[in-house]
């Protein structure tokens, strides 16, 4: 479908009946739905980086096609990493996660299972889940929301602080549980390879 900007009148594409934050990429204008779409604010503009990945990007996981159509970038004490939202066939949403060469594919794990309480966890912290290899807690971090572009399931405002906890196991399989405000959300995925997702409709890089 389309939705006008409310504020410049662009027509925006939006993909997923999932979407409740979307950016003008025009004019940086962001929008809410709640029973209907209304104005949220203004988004800060992304600072240039070296990604080929861009909205539109479209990659395979598992014989499965999907298409990048959004992107939170997060800052954190050491550095910057892309949050990609991916829209798979009948609407399933998962997450790219783009740090330093590095990309983990992950979904939502509904109903989430117990893990440790997130203020007192250590990193090297061991986190079971039923039906896979014990994880180990890699790293606990504060990250802030630096900009957001394209759609999101969820209101992703600029300067939106989260906790976040990666875990990983010997299988390969990646563990992330993220707090924002009061809300908690456990993914699980894999690490892979730039290759493995066999991407389409790049970003033009020299030299890439």
Sequence with gaps: ?????LSCGAALRVQ???TLFIVCSYCQTTMIRDQDWSVFGKMATLPPEITPLQIGTRGVYKGETFELIGRQRLQ???GYWNEWCALF?????GWLAEAQGFYMLSFPVEPAPDV???ATIKAGALISVPGHEMFLVDDIKTATCVATEGEMPFPAPARQE???VDASNA???FLSVEKIGLTQHVYLGRYLEFNDFKFTQLRQ???W
């Design 1 to 5: 479908m389309e939705l006008p900007c």
């Design 16 to 18: 997923s009946p999932a």
């Design 76 to 78: 954190w004490r050491d």
């Design 89 to 93: 066939p009948k609407g399933r949403i």
């Design 116 to 118: 440790p309480n997130l």
């Design 162 to 164: 989260r906790l976040s």
């Design 171 to 173: 299988k390969g399989e």
């Design 205 to 207: 890089l020299d030299g």
